[in-house]
């Protein structure tokens, strides 16, 4: 018999050690440029049928476990499963959806603090590696949403588990990896929508209260303080929360910093490192060692791994562990440009089409358009 889960009952599997096969059923191309832990790749078209390599390969990796299959959007997994069934495996399941609903799947992450009044919940993006934070006073009962994404009622859900009411959204920038839910949430919420006053320079379409360098938006006796700190862009801005905490947004990571060229191209990168370096030693690096770093992505690596943590638990690091261990922070000025002018990886999949839509120069015809854009981990990183 095939089966169906969802991509969150998946997630749960995952999360619950449970065993299984996992079979990716994409070509060797799609599969290699992200995958999720420990899938095998048997590539198959359903115009062609299976053949005995494919069965063969199955019989391989078999190891009379559960046999699940995925795609990427479940219309090769499908068949293949049924397949599979025709031939006597009586145990597969199907993801629904494929990779595709997994870029969707959350995890509400609350993040543990000394002020009681400071409610803090880190909203990570599992397949992507997109961290967004609700952040409130139970004083009050307002939240401020930070960096969300397209899926938006999951900050919604958020702050009404935490007992707020969203007040108020911001935007650290621009983005270049996924599409923004700032703008959408705050009109949909009809609150304001922060994004930094450069942001002008982007030709930035739809209506944002421009934020400035030292800016503070209360919420009760929690304070949001905004820092500019440009370099991943022009119009970073890090928000500092109650002095404990800082959003540094794709500035500062726990394992690295924000790459610099998907806004100065390859020519003038070298001049958003420079920029960036300065805001790390003239900005951040000036705020307290015990300051707590929370960035606006962790590393997911091709084969759907954390890089710096494990899904559903926080994402975060001190700044003054940071200071000491990561050897970007201790470079010289001209070793730090040069290696990141010069050290770019690959960069997110439809970036400019993505920044087009984030700037309101072009909006995606479907939701269907919408997360194809956005399918892969997020590669915003130096």
């Known amino acids: ?30 599969f290699e440029a992200w995958h999720l832990p420990e899938a095998e790749n ?9 053949g005995d390599d494919q069965l063969d390969r199955v019989a391989d990796i078999d190891d009379e476990e559960p046999l699940v299959t995925i795609c990427g959007k479940g219309l090769t997994s499908t068949p293949f499963a049924f397949e599979l069934e025709a031939q006597g495996y009586d145990d597969v ?8 609903d997994w870029s969707k799947v959350y995890d509400i992450v609350p993040i ?10 880190q909203i990570q993006r599992r397949g992507k590696g997109c961290l967004g934070y609700v952040v409130g006073s139970t004083e009050s009962g307002e939240a401020a949403v930070v960096d969300p ?3 938006i009622d999951v900050f919604e859900v958020a702050a009404e588990e935490a007992g707020l009411t969203i007040s108020c959204v911001f935007d650290t920038h621009i983005h270049a990896d996924h599409i923004s839910g700032g703008s959408r949430l705050a009109e949909t919420l009809d609150v304001s929508y922060y994004l930094g006053n450069a942001a002008s320079e982007r030709d930035v379409e739809y209506d944002y209260d421009p934020v400035e360098d030292g800016t503070t938006v209360e919420l009760g006796d929690v304070e949001i303080t905004a820092l500019h700190a440009p370099g991943h862009t022009t119009e970073m801005m890090n928000y500092r929360i109650d002095g404990a905490y800082i959003l540094t947004g794709d500035t500062l990571f726990v394992d690295s910093v924000g790459r610099t060229e998907l806004q100065f191209g390859e ?16 900005t951040i690096l000036d705020l307290p060692d015990d300051t707590r770093i929370l960035p606006g992505h962790v590393a997911v690596t091709s084969d759907g791994q954390y890089e710096g943590g494990e899904p559903g638990e926080p994402i975060h690091a001190r700044l003054g562990d940071l200071r000491d261990d990561l050897d970007l922070l201790q470079l010289d000025e001209e070793v730090f440009v040069n290696r990141l002018a010069e050290n770019a990886p690959e960069k997110p ?15 995606p015809d479907s939701e269907e358009e919408a997360t194809e854009l956005e399918v892969g981990p997020n590669n915003c990183a130096a």
């Open 149 to 151: 994404t397209r899926q």
């Open 349 to 363: 999949p439809n970036y400019e089409t993505v920044i087009a839509i984030n700037t309101g120069e072009e909006s």
């Open 1 to 30: 018999m095939v089966n169906q889960i969802t991509a969150e009952e998946l997630a749960d599997r995952f999360d619950d050690g449970e065993s299984m096969t996992l079979i990716d059923t994409r070509p060797e191309d799609s």
């Open 42 to 50: 048997v590539p198959f078209d359903p115009r062609e049928g299976v």
């Open 267 to 282: 020519e003038d990168a070298s001049e958003g490192a420079e920029l960036l370096y300065d805001t790390l030693h003239e």
């Open 93 to 100: 399941t199907v993801v629904k959806g494929g990779m595709e």
């Open 112 to 121: 543990a603090r000394d002020d009681e009044e400071l409610v803090v919940r």
